[in-house]
């Protein structure tokens, strides 16, 4: 495990709801995300310090399924996963464009290893 945290700011998040077959986000919860995180233009604080992610003041638990990639013909790096906030189930997308994009992506794929492997 990885005992540094990572943090950076976010040029886009989006966060909804996954697997279709969970509870659905109520009315309250969906504008506190929108409000928060997916409507927000501005960049977002994101800060992941081992199995926990905090993307500006929601904390992401129990996280599945991670991805970290590289698109072709952008310079961004994107981190996709499966996770829960406040007992609901999520699927977060993080995109940070240009600036010290690569250094990210080998931060999250060193950070991806460690979680997965325990």
Do not use: R
Request: net charge neutral; glycine share 4%; proline share 3%.
């Amino acid at each position: 495990m990885i005992d540094s945290e990572i943090k950076f700011l976010a040029d886009k998040v989006h966060v909804h709801k996954w697997p279709q077959d969970t509870p659905i986000w109520g009315d309250s919860i969906q504008k506190k995300i929108d409000d928060s995180i997916n409507k927000k233009t501005t960049q977002k604080q994101i800060v992941i310090t081992g199995e926990i992610i905090l993307i500006e003041n929601t904390q992401f638990v129990s996280l599945k399924k991670i991805g970290v990639s590289i698109p072709f013909f952008k310079d961004e790096c994107t981190l996709i996963f499966e996770a829960q906030f406040e007992n609901l189930f999520a699927h977060v997308h993080i995109t940070k464009k240009l600036g010290n994009y690569l250094e990210l992506f080998n931060q999250l794929m060193s950070w991806k290893n460690s979680i997965l492997s325990e």
